[in-house]
């Protein structure tokens, strides 16, 4: 696994040309909007190039090159996401360290545990959604797996809008559940939270996997 890190690292930082863009667009972005902009949006755009690693693996048939190495399905998926949740990881520090920043060039209150907070909250669901991706483009490919996540982020948005609509109707039936979490232990619902994410990168982690496995190289 060791080597496949060393391949994908230098398959998403081939040149010094993408940190550079990452530095400068995060810093741009921190600066001119929420400094904890920046933060979402470096976890964003990290795990978008560590997940370009996967179109440069299937590319002129580098798949069943690595397939004939002394690797399998299982370990080659390990790889890619702890690969992702690492490079997200680092987004998260850097976009951190950016919003710190741009609150001391634009002179405002530094407020670290927002920050972190909100580090903390975009980290699983963006390493959610790698996730979704990994299994998709490993199944349909690169393109048609992004326009299989424009119709998920269109029906999100669908949802949310007739939701917004339809929120007097809404409203008055979530008052006892909402009611009901807030009397619980926040880490007993944090805790629920994690298991449920863990349960759902778990279902993605195998089904990617067995995608993988019964590619035929």
Do not use: H, W
Not at 16 to 31: D, E, K
Not at 146 to 152: A, P
Not at 174 to 193: H, M, N, T
């Amino acid at each position: 696994m060791k080597g496949l890190f060393i391949k994908d690292f230098f398959l998403a930082f081939r040149n010094s040309r993408n940190l550079i863009i990452f530095t400068f667009v995060c810093l741009i972005m921190s600066l001119s909007l929420d400094p904890a902009f920046g933060i979402g949006y470096g976890i964003l755009l990290m795990g978008t190039v560590a997940l370009g690693t996967l179109t440069f693996d299937e590319y002129d048939n580098g798949l069943p090159f690595l397939m004939s190495l002394p690797i399998n399905a299982r370990t080659y998926i390990r790889e890619k996401f702890l690969f992702c949740f690492l490079a997200e990881l680092i987004g998260a520090a850097a976009g951190v360290l950016f919003s710190l920043l741009a609150s001391l060039i634009r002179k405002q209150p530094i407020v670290l545990e927002d920050y972190l907070s909100f580090a903390a909250g975009m980290l699983p669901a963006m390493f959610l959604m790698l996730s979704l991706m990994i299994a998709l483009q490993l199944k349909f490919g690169a393109e048609k797996s992004r326009l299989m996540m424009l119709i998920i982020y269109g029906g999100f948005a669908g949802i949310m809008i007739f939701t917004g609509s339809m929120k007097d109707q809404f409203l008055p039936q979530l008052s006892g559940p909402v009611a009901f979490l807030q009397r619980q232990p926040p880490l007993l619902l944090i805790s629920v939270l994690l298991l449920i994410f863990l349960l759902l990168v778990g279902i993605l982690y195998r089904v990617s996997v067995k995608i993988m496995e019964n590619k035929e190289f």
